[in-house]
């Protein structure tokens, strides 16, 4: 069966500081990947998603990038973290169209 | 563009009420209909889905019906407990190409309190 990790679970960063999420997905192969942003007590942004190793598709511009340097590896980064950064951050996968989520690393900046 | 409504929240019940959360979308195509739903702290799981008109999706209680004359997928439980609070997200597909991502179009969520 197929599953998906997340970490952190849970980070805080001073603004300004780098930041690194990172996604895995276990037991499918070339699946569809995404990244999410919940804020407090709001519904989802996509922010990224990706089809294939080294291909990424940006939602919204922002202060975050993200990168995929293996089939089921997914990365989200930024260079210097922003009180805006704060959130929920969820991970997805899919094959079809059934999008599948990981348990969300939540990330408080301060 | 693709587009979700549901009802705003919160949702307050009493444990054994019936429940009902509105959803409806855009009806660009056929689209596929999900219901998520999120628990305090955590991330979404799928609670159940219909690809097709007059499709019915089920699971522990809760029901959707895919009503592509209304263009509505209302979730519906008979009777809630007090473990069914969560956060309720409606979701349509889009394109069927993996190429141009399998994006879901989600709505804003509505958060369900169910009291003892």
């Known amino acids: 069966s197929q599953t998906i990790h997340q970490w952190p679970a849970t980070l805080v960063q001073p603004v300004g500081s780098p930041l690194s999420l990172e996604c895995t997905v276990e037991?499918?192969?070339?699946?569809?990947l995404y990244w999410y942003r919940q804020a407090a007590g709001r519904g989802l942004q996509l922010l990224f998603y990706?089809?294939?190793?080294?291909?990424i598709s940006s939602e919204v511009p922002q202060n975050l990038s993200a990168s995929r340097p293996q089939d089921r590896q997914f990365i989200l980064s930024s260079k210097k973290l922003l009180l805006s950064d704060s959130g929920f951050y969820l991970c997805?996968?899919?094959?079809?169209?059934?999008?599948?989520f990981g348990p969300g690393t939540r990330l408080l900046v301060l | 563009g693709n587009s979700v409504t549901q009802m705003e929240g919160p949702v307050t019940l009493s444990e054994e009420a019936f429940l009902t959360i509105n959803c409806t979308y855009t009806?660009?195509?056929?689209?596929?209909l999900f219901w998520y739903v999120q628990y305090p702290g955590e991330g979404l799981q799928l609670l159940l889905k219909a690809t097709k008109a007059d499709d019915k999706g089920s699971n522990k209680g809760f029901e959707a019906t895919y009503r592509k004359e209304t263009t509505s997928f209302h979730l519906e439980k008979g009777s809630v407990q007090v473990s069914d609070s969560a956060v309720y997200f409606c979701a349509r597909g889009g394109s069927w190409v993996k190429a141009a991502g399998n994006k879901l179009t989600f709505g804003g969520g509505t958060r369900v309190l169910v009291k003892p």
């Open positions: 990706s089809v294939g190793i080294g291909q």
């Open positions: 997805a996968w899919s094959v079809k169209e059934t999008q599948y």
């Open positions: 009806a660009t195509g056929y689209p596929s």
């Open positions: 037991g499918t192969s070339n699946p569809n």
